[in-house]
């Protein structure tokens, strides 16, 4: 069963991405596998949005 995207959740992760990138104790290699991650969590947020923004439309021209 597909786990129901929590966008909530995927802002706090990102909030925590950004802390850790500024923080100059993290290391490069963290880094990169940070950005991968904060690409596919926008990716998600965008999706996300960008189906409620349709789903709301519906109703809306109902």
Not at 6 to 33: C, F, H, M, N, W
Not at 38 to 44: P, T, V
Request: proline share 2%.
């Amino acid at each position: 069963m597909k786990e129901e995207f929590d966008y909530t959740k995927a802002v706090e992760e990102l909030e925590s991405i950004a802390a850790k990138v500024e923080d100059p104790q993290t290391g490069i290699g963290d880094i990169d596998r940070y950005i991968r991650r904060s690409d596919e969590l926008i990716e998600a947020c965008r999706a996300y949005l960008r189906g409620a923004r349709e789903r709301l439309d519906e109703m809306t021209n109902q």
